[in-house]
């Protein structure tokens, strides 16, 4: 899940003078990041330059309704539910009562939390429960970021969900340069590779591979 505060594949001065650009993180942004980076897993925390890229292609997919698998302290969540319109909505999955009742009182704080429809229950419980009532093809948007032995199920979900023309984002496609090693063959990194593998080979769908955060592989249904 998440990524660092350096763009993947950047040289770090490069990448710090990209990251400079970005306007500097105030209220309820900082106040977030801040609780969630003294945490021990705080890794998972999307990145500030992945949250940007986030809030600009769904508005420029003109997004209301969107899933998210892996919520974590929900910042990715309150950067989606920012963007979306007013009657936009979020339905993001985790298991975690801990990690997301932190981003429950950020989400109030922020005044969006109305614009989140949390699910605590197996993220694919969720999903074959959307389609099983009908939701195929009426979702705009899909962020995955979550464990890496389900993400090619997630995905394939994911696709059915989305309108043709709606976008899915997968994070940690470059899993902090370990699928480019070919000696690192961790189920994690395994798993990874072969699902960039078919996304860039799905014709289903357009497929770009970023790197943005530890990576961001998008696709766009056809």
């Known amino acids: 899940m998440g990524g660092t505060s350096l763009i993947t594949g950047v040289e770090d001065a490069i990448a710090g003078y990209m990251t400079g650009l970005l306007p500097a993180e105030t209220g309820v942004h900082a106040r977030l990041r801040a609780e969630t980076a003294g945490m021990p897993g705080a890794v998972m925390q999307v990145s500030q330059e992945q949250g940007r890229v986030m809030q600009m292609l769904l508005g420029l997919c003109g997004a209301r309704r969107t899933i998210e698998i892996g919520v974590f302290t929900g910042f990715s969540t309150l950067v989606t539910a920012e963007a979306l319109p ?22 109030r704080e922020a005044g969006v939390a109305h614009k ?12 074959d429960a959307l389609l099983a009532a009908g939701e195929a093809a ?5 962020f995955i970021d979550a464990d890496k032995e389900n993400q090619a199920a997630y995905y394939e979900r994911c696709l059915q969900l989305l309108r043709p ?24 990194t ?3 590779r072969e699902l960039n593998r078919r996304m860039a080979a799905d014709s289903r769908t357009e497929a770009c ?6 990576g961001l592989h998008l696709a766009r249904k056809r």
């Not at 979020?90 to 989400?107: F, G, K, L, M, Q």
């Not at 009426?138 to 899909?142: G, H, R, T």
């Not at 340069?177 to 189920?187: E, L, M």
């Not at 591979?209 to 530890?214: E, F, M, R, T, V």
């Open 209 to 214: 591979l970023i790197a943005c955060g530890d």
């Open 165 to 188: 023309g709606g976008l899915l984002m997968l994070d940690n496609a470059l899993w902090h340069g370990r699928v480019a090693d070919p000696a690192n063959n961790s189920p994690d």
């Open 86 to 107: 007013e009657d936009g909505r979020v339905i993001a999955c985790d298991v975690s009562e801990e990690w997301t009742s932190i981003a429950r009182r950020y989400w």
């Open 138 to 142: 009426s979702f705009d948007f899909a």
């Open 190 to 192: 395994l798993a990874i």
């Open 116 to 127: 989140i429809d949390l699910r605590i229950a197996p993220a694919l419980q969720t999903l």
